[in-house]
Nanobody
Framework: QLVESGGGLVQPGGSLRLSCAAS????????LGWFRQAPGKEREGVAA????????YYADSVKGRFTISQNNARNTVYLQMNSLKPDDTGTYYC????????????????WGQGTQVTVS
């Protein structure tokens, strides 16, 4: 199970931190990713982190502004979002896949319910 939290309304230039609590998954050879979807647009990958080694991956559009991290003890992944822009608006989803990380949504089978981020 994946449960996201931390979304909300923020002004341009502001910050938010999203959390994804993962439960029921064992081992460390899996990837946790953050995706977002705006109305009428395809779901896009934002960032991902490999649970075992901690390797991180970012979409070009968020590099330098977003940081993905994990708390292994709490099985939680975070997405720190700074310098937010109106284009960052959308529903943000946490997703999990066994194996290496990709930023394409079709590689992921397990999804959270999403949390809304509005930058306005």
């Amino acid at each position: 199970q994946l449960v996201e939290s931390g979304g909300g309304l923020v002004q341009p230039g502001g910050s938010l931190r999203l959390s994804c609590a993962a439960s029921g998954y064992t081992g460390s050879t899996y990837c946790l990713g953050w995706f977002r979807q705006a109305p009428g647009k395809e779901r896009e990958g934002v960032a991902a982190i490999y649970r075992g080694g901690g390797g991180t991956y970012y979409a070009d559009s968020v590099k330098g502004r977003f940081t993905i991290s994990q708390n292994n003890a709490r099985n939680t992944v975070y997405l720190q979002m700074n310098s937010l822009k109106p284009d960052d608006t959308g529903t943000y989803y946490c997703a999990l896949r066994r194996g290496v990380c990709y930023l394409r949504h079709y590689w992921y089978k397990n999804w959270g319910q999403g949390t809304q981020v509005t930058v306005s």
